[in-house]
Nanobody, 117 residues
Framework: QVQLVESGGGLVQAGGSLRLSCVAS????????MGWFRQAPGKGRDFVAA???????IYSDSVKGRFTISMDYAKNTVYLQMNSLKPEDTGIYYC???????????WGQGTQVTVSS
């Protein structure tokens, strides 16, 4: 099994920055993808960004140019650098991991991000 622990959430003013971290432990995958998702109040869970084991990255249009996903492969840790935050970025942020070619099988508990006006 894999355990994921997010950290770095908090309260920030619009225009500010936060850096989220997610550490994976337990089972080690030789090839895996890690991603970030978020759930705004009263909304469903949406895709934010993902990085493949190869280093390829994708972003949702809403965060492109403001957020940066990165991975420290040696530490099994994925980061989400969030700049120019907007109130609409508010939500619970979750990280997830899945083996390459498969679904996201493992999810973290989430970390709250609140952006005030």
């Amino acid at each position: 099994q894999v355990q994921l622990v997010e950290s770095g959430g908090g309260l920030v003013q619009a225009g500010g920055s936060l850096r989220l971290s997610c550490v994976a432990s337990g089972r080690t995958f030789s090839r895996y993808n890690m991603g970030w998702f978020r759930q705004a109040p009263g909304k469903g869970r949406d895709f934010v960004a993902a990085v493949r084991w190869s280093g390829d990255k994708i972003y949702s249009d809403s965060v492109k140019g403001r957020f940066t996903i990165s991975m420290d492969y040696a530490k099994n840790t994925v980061y989400l650098q969030m700049n120019s935050l907007k109130p609409e970025d508010t939500g619970i942020y979750y990280c997830a991991v899945g083996e390459s070619g498969g679904p996201y099988n493992y999810w973290g508990q989430g970390t709250q991000v609140t952006v005030s006006s």
